[in-house]
């Protein structure tokens, strides 16, 4: 068998059926997940040893496959021509190879066709300052960070510079530099190229993941000293974000990072994608914009109280989570049945509603 036609037909079937991820492992057929449900793909039998070493061969690098097989696990991004990239993880479970891609499309879709907020545009129009979108895996937080990015491509004459691990959408320069570094193999580490953008002239740096404090220490700094700072965190809301950024600090450093942060903050995003009515997925989302109200609740710590500004803040072109969920529900796109699964408050919704 042709492993490499294998995993180029499980590959089409990803694009073909409108999926998400494929999961690959060695003792169990193929499975697709498409609109959040995972399924097998029943008419390729289960994959062996042999198959998956294969299947790994053609996805990894030389350098790749030797760090894969020495740590046990790797991110690597694997590049479908036309149709698409892949980012993927490759690990050992039970001491088999398992591989999960997720499908990164060529087409870089704008805020419009994401179904995301039209104020989202404002925030590619800033120059100067820090802005995180959040949310747990797999909500679409890198393709909403790519409509930021390529609005500013389209639009600004900037030097933009991306560190990511892997690289995912890739950039065609319009208006804009654009310089895409990729972990291991452009540099070390996001520090060390975080260090260097800083004699690179850059105007805008798209950072993968905030991993660490050192790497939020430099991307604070960096949107004090004139860049515009875009990144993601794995949590659920703003205020969670401002608060898991500030205890990644030791405590004598928290005031410091809450100045820095009440500063430079430009605004936070957090989204989830939720099924719906007709199929398919939609962004639900909170969006917090840092005003003179909420930068003082920072440096105070009293991060506690950042929802109700949030909940308050409509005029300012907030949007609070709960709400976003109604509008979907009164549209007709959800059921509120989802809309209470996806709630931080079910309680506060039932009594919006």
């Not at 000293?225 to 659920?236: D, R």
């Amino acid at each position: 068998m042709d492993h490499s036609k294998t995993l180029t037909e499980l590959l089409d079937i990803v694009i073909k059926e409108s999926g998400s991820d494929l999961h690959v492992a060695e003792g169990r057929q193929p499975v697709i997940r498409v609109s959040g449900i995972l399924t097998p793909i029943t008419r390729i039998p289960a994959l062996s040893k042999q198959q998956m070493l294969e299947i790994v061969d053609t996805l990894l690098t030389k350098s790749n496959k030797e760090i894969f097989l020495a740590s046990k696990e790797i991110d690597f991004s694997y590049d479908f021509g036309e149709n698409g990239r892949f980012r993927g993880n490759a690990f050992f479970q039970q001491g088999k190879i398992s591989v999960v891609l997720r499908l990164i499309p060529k087409k870089i879709r704008l805020f419009k066709e994401l179904n995301l907020p039209p104020i989202l545009e404002q925030f590619a129009k800033k120059e100067q300052g820090f802005f995180l979108v959040v949310g747990p895996v797999g909500q679409g937080k890198t393709t909403t960070l790519a409509a930021i990015i390529e609005t500013i491509n389209q639009e600004r004459a900037e030097h933009i510079l991306t560190i990511e691990d892997p690289i995912e959408y890739i950039y065609e320069p319009k208006k804009s530099i654009i310089d895409q570094r990729e972990i291991r193999i452009d540099t070390t580490d996001f520090p060390t190229a975080m260090r260097s953008m800083f004699r690179e002239d850059i105007n805008v740096v798209l950072i993968g993941e905030m991993r660490g404090p050192e790497t939020i220490a430099t991307a604070v700094t960096a949107a004090e000293t004139g860049h515009y700072v875009l990144s993601t965190l794995h949590t659920n809301t703003a205020s969670q974000t401002i608060d898991r950024i500030i205890d990644s600090f030791p405590a004598s450093q928290q005031g410091q990072i809450r100045s820095q942060l009440a500063g430079s903050l430009t605004g936070i995003f957090s989204q989830r994608l939720v099924p719906m009515i007709s199929g398919g997925l939609i962004p639900v989302y909170e969006l917090l914009i840092n005003n003179a109200a909420v930068a003082n609740l920072i440096r105070e710590g009293r991060i506690h109280e950042i929802n109700s500004v949030i909940e308050t803040g409509m005029a300012e072109g907030m949007i609070d989570m709960n709400r976003s969920l109604i509008e979907m529900v009164r549209d007709g796109k959800i059921t509120f049945d989802t809309a209470m699964r996806y709630s931080p408050n079910p309680k506060i919704l039932e009594k919006m509603m």
